[in-house]
């Protein structure tokens, strides 16, 4: 299995700040990888595939960067919606696998 | 707008089967990778597996022995089993639409709201 490890766990910020949440795999994945966020109590939501593509709908605050085992979603302005649990995810080999999340919490 | 919605028991003792469905509404079940997640209680999401189309299915390794996915495309479900739980069960589940975009781009795009199943006696 392919291991995504994220850093940070948790982070706290404040509105309009600049995030950066890293995510790392275990072998080179090329490009495919996802990024999700996921509100508590909710289910996750898709805001980046392809390691670059924003999903449609997604503000354009939201970006990700990154190939082979090194990759990074950024929020340049940290809004209160984006208070929230962000989540990789591969889609490189089955079994599909997600990092262990990074909670983005409030200063 | 594509909707899912997940159904079954909230309770299953330990040793029985897990059994949940996942009705699919505003769009075609076929084309799609209808996978199945979990996230136990304060962890991380891990895919259980997904059916596509009319029925060829793949399982994470580590849960293939006890999990069995099929579907019902003319009621536009599908359904999990996962036999022989324990309390490491205990998660909320989620179905949700795999859609490929192309060789190896995979994303989940519709999720279910997630139901909560117990493990316990």
């Known amino acids: 299995d392919i291991q995504m490890t994220q850093s940070p766990s948790s982070l706290s910020a404040s509105v309009e700040d600049r995030v950066t949440i890293t995510c790392r795999a275990s072998?080179?994945?090329?490009?495919?990888l996802n990024w999700y966020q996921q509100k508590p109590g909710k289910a996750p939501k898709v805001l980046i595939y392809?390691?670059?593509s924003l999903q449609s709908g997604v503000p354009s605050r939201f970006s990700g960067s990154g190939s082979g085992t090194d990759f990074t979603l950024t929020i340049s302005s940290l809004q209160p919606e984006d208070f929230a649990t962000y989540y990789c995810q591969q889609s490189y080999s089955i079994p599909w696998t997600f990092g262990q999340g990074t909670k983005v919490e409030i200063k | 707008q594509v909707q899912l919605q997940e159904s079954g028991p909230g309770l299953v003792k330990p040793s029985e089967t897990l059994s949940l469905t996942c009705t699919v509404s505003?769009?075609?079940?076929?084309?799609?990778?209808w996978s199945w997640i979990r996230q136990p209680p304060g962890k991380a999401l891990e895919w259980i597996g997904y059916i596509y189309d009319s029925g060829s299915t793949n399982y994470n390794p580590s849960l293939k022995s006890r999990v069995t996915i099929s579907v019902d495309t003319s009621k536009n479900q599908f359904s999990l089993k996962l036999s022989s739980v324990t309390a490491a069960d205990t998660a909320v589940y989620y179905c949700?639409?795999?859609?490929?975009?192309?060789?190896?781009?995979?994303?989940?795009?519709?999720w279910g709201q997630g139901t909560l199943v117990t493990v316990s006696s």
């Open positions: 072998r080179s994945i090329s490009i495919y």
């Open positions: 505003g769009g075609s079940i076929s084309g799609y990778y």
């Open positions: 392809g390691a670059s």
């Open positions: 949700a639409r795999g859609s490929k975009l192309r060789f190896l781009e995979y994303l989940f795009d519709y």
